[in-house]
T-cell receptor, first 116, second 110 residues
């Protein structure tokens, strides 16, 4: 079974631009979560989508948005990029098991975004 | 302060030595996850613990969740260079919303 894939792997943008990152979950997984990882703040939750609906959101400004398609693939968008948005963006997919309290999240390799 | 604290922050051990990494939460843990990360790469799932007193092992790695469900430990027996990396503990704060600890950087010297 193929793992979680993220595209592109590396991206360089300048301040003020916008960027779209893509995530394809493991086949059969309907939940996709996004995380931002920086040396200063560590790994932080951005948002989670399930069945095309955002269910949870982290503490990030409105410049960060996302969506999920009917095939469970997800995209996240960052508008008006700032230098501080430089980070490794990770997505994770999970197979929701009804009645199971915890769900293993499988992570993709990440997209390294550099904002100049 | 961080909701999940990991200790130590970094660790250098000789190959073959045992080591323990701790993860302490300021809140009750209802789902505790251990991941390993190679620098700049994605996270590799190691184990998930849910019940107080639960212990799981995979190869030479054992993870435990204490009875009070506020602390977890990850123990590596007879460490190898392949164990090197960053170890992260994560906790469920909502469905598929994990908060993570600060991470522990492990180096294993041959």
């Amino acid at each position: 079974k193929a793992g979680v894939t993220q595209t592109p792997r590396y991206l360089i943008k300048t301040r003020g631009q916008q960027v779209t990152l893509s995530c394809s979950p493991i086949s059969g997984h309907r939940s996709v979560s996004w995380y931002q990882q920086t040396p200063g703040q560590g790994l932080q939750f951005l948002f989670e989508y399930f069945s095309e609906t955002q269910r949870n959101k982290g503490n990030f400004p409105g410049r960060f948005s996302g969506r999920q398609f009917s095939n469970s693939r997800s995209e996240m968008n960052v508008s008006t990029l700032e230098l501080g948005d430089s980070a490794l963006y990770l997505c994770a997919s999970s197979r929701i098991v009804p009645g199971q309290g915890g769900n293993e999240q499988f992570f993709g390799p990440g997209t390294r975004l550099t904002v100049l | 302060s961080q909701e999940l604290e990991q200790s130590p922050q970094s660790l250098i051990v000789q190959e073959g030595k045992n080591l323990t990494i701790n993860c302490t939460s300021s809140k009750t843990l209802y789902g505790l996850y251990w991941y390993k990360q190679k620098y700049g790469e994605g996270l590799i799932f190691l184990m998930m613990l849910q019940k107080g007193g639960e212990e799981k092992s995979h190869e030479k790695i054992t993870a435990k969740l204490d009875e009070k469900k506020q602390q977890s430990s990850l123990h590596i027996t007879a460490s190898q260079p392949s164990h090197a990396g960053i170890y992260l503990c994560g906790a469920d704060r909502a469905t598929n919303k994990l908060i993570f600890g600060t991470g522990t950087l492990l180096a294993v010297q041959p």
